[in-house]
């Protein structure tokens, strides 16, 4: 079956310290990949979607980026994080246009 | 490009009431459109779909028609339950992105 795994759940990070968020796919190939923020009271926000190895498609300018270095792999990154980064940050798969996406259970960021 | 909008929450009804959540798609193309739901403390769940027009997707007694004149996919219940209290996304999938609205937070009081 497929699993979807996201980590940290929780992370505390300084201003302007590096992030990395990290998220793997088990059981299926090709899946397309998301990014996605929920900030608090608020929708999901897509920041960055894959349909394939190292190809990113961003969605809003920020101070984040993704990459996609195997299938199955997507990580989330900046390099210096900014208050305003503080949200809940999920990843999700699909397989293809019509299939129901899988989440990741979230990574609860706080920057101080 | 591609993009949902729903119906501003909160929303807040009686138990047994009517529930009807507006969400309204602009799209490329023939999206598929979803509803998720997240239940307070749980991750987001699929909820039901519809992948072509006319198509009517249902789950739980929920139910929602694709409508590409309207380009509308409004979620409805018969008769909702304390139960039925959590966040709603409607959703689009496009040829790549999978795009959410803002979600509607529904409570149900009994």
């Known amino acids: 079956s497929q699993t979807i795994h996201q980590w940290p759940a929780t992370l505390v990070q300084p201003v302007g310290s590096p992030l990395s968020l990290e998220c793997t796919v088990e059981?299926?190939?090709?899946?397309?990949l998301y990014w996605y923020r929920q900030a608090a009271g608020r929708g999901l926000q897509l920041l960055f979607y894959?349909?394939?190895?190292?190809?990113i498609s961003s969605e809003v300018p920020q101070n984040l980026s993704a990459s996609r270095p195997q299938d199955r792999q997507f990580i989330l990154s900046s390099k210096k994080l900014l208050l305003s980064d503080s949200g809940f940050y999920l990843c999700?798969?699909?397989?293809?246009?019509?299939?129901?996406?899988?989440f990741g259970q979230g990574t609860r960021l706080t920057v101080v | 490009g591609d993009s949902v909008t729903q119906m501003e929450g909160p929303v807040t009804l009686s138990e047994e009431a009517f529930l009807t959540i507006n969400c309204t798609y602009t799209?490329?193309?023939?999206?598929?459109l979803f509803w998720y739901v997240q239940y307070p403390g749980e991750g987001l769940q699929l909820l039901l779909k519809?992948?072509?027009?006319?198509d009517k997707g249902s789950n739980k007694g929920f139910e929602a028609t694709y409508r590409k004149e309207t380009t509308s996919f409004h979620l409805e219940k018969g008769s909702v339950q304390v139960s039925d209290s959590a966040v709603y996304f409607c959703?689009?999938?496009?040829?790549?992105?999978?795009?959410f609205g803002q979600g509607t937070r529904l409570t149900i009081n009994p």
């Open positions: 799209a490329t193309g023939y999206p598929s």
């Open positions: 894959s349909v394939g190895i190292g190809q």
């Open positions: 519809a992948t072509k027009a006319d």
């Open positions: 999700a798969w699909s397989v293809h246009k019509a299939g129901e996406a899988f």
């Open positions: 959703a689009l999938q496009g040829a790549q992105k999978l795009v």
């Open positions: 059981g299926t190939s090709n899946p397309n």
